[in-house]
């Protein structure tokens, strides 16, 4: 049981360059989540997902993309990275959004140049 | 909208000495409060929730709906507490998603 998996740990692009960051569960989780953690603000929601073929925004969705057509991935798509996207990103899964069913992967540290 | 207020960026104290992060929340209606820890390169994981009124690592933490605080506690602190401690909110009308404060890092010096 591996829980929450994200790559890539580490990533250094350059402006208006795209990629996608992994995420994998393996507990059947139906709630999924993106955050992105910046110094003095936290984690700030940028996209979730409540099943398989369901996404929806979160507080900052801007210059993201994602989809979900397996219960178990969900990736997070840069269209166009800009600096402002330099950041660590966290995805959590859950049986529910509920704070007591969270389980968070290990972080993904973008830096855009 | 929900919002979570940890005013201290940064808290240093000396091991054995007591420590109290703070975590002010608005929300007019009955929230879920959450206390997440995130030790150096690792995941955040969850240290306490307020339904529980558990102890945790020595950790308490108790909601006070009347000043919306539900501020960390412990009485001895420990070089290996230092990390970043998250509050965090959820509400059944916004999905349970979880909204996070700021983070306050603690640093506790031997």
């Known amino acids: 049981n591996a829980g929450v998996t994200q790559t890539p740990k580490f990533q250094v692009l350059k402006t208006g360059q795209s990629m996608t960051l992994q995420c994998a569960q393996d507990?059947?989780?139906?709630?999924m989540s993106w955050y992105r953690q910046d110094p003095g603000m936290g984690l700030r929601l940028i996209h979730y997902s409540v099943g398989a073929g369901i996404t929806d925004q979160g507080e900052v969705p801007n210059g993201y993309n994602v989809s979900r057509s397996t219960t178990e991935d969900f990736p997070l798509r840069l269209l166009s990275a800009a600096p402002s996207q330099t950041s660590v990103y966290f995805c959590?899964?859950?049986?529910?959004?509920?704070?007591?069913?969270?389980?968070f992967g290990e972080g993904s540290w973008l830096t855009v140049v | 909208a929900q919002r979570v207020t940890q005013p201290e960026k940064l808290l240093s104290v000396f091991k054995g000495a007591p420590v109290e992060l703070k975590c002010n929340y608005s929300y007019s209606g009955s929230p879920e409060l959450f206390w997440y820890v995130q030790y150096s390169r690792q995941r955040l994981q969850l240290l306490l929730r307020h339904i529980s009124r558990e102890s945790i690592k020595g950790f308490t933490a108790d909601l006070n709906k009347g000043e919306t605080s539900f501020h960390l506690k412990k009485p001895f602190a420990q070089e290996e507490d230092s990390a970043m401690y998250y509050c965090?909110?959820?509400?059944?009308?916004?999905?349970?998603?979880?909204?996070f404060g700021g983070g306050t890092r603690l640093m506790v010096k031997p």
């Open positions: 507990m059947n989780h139906e709630y």
């Open positions: 965090a909110l959820s509400v059944r009308n916004a999905g349970n998603m979880l909204t």
């Open positions: 959590a899964s859950g049986r529910t959004a509920n704070g007591n069913t969270i389980y």
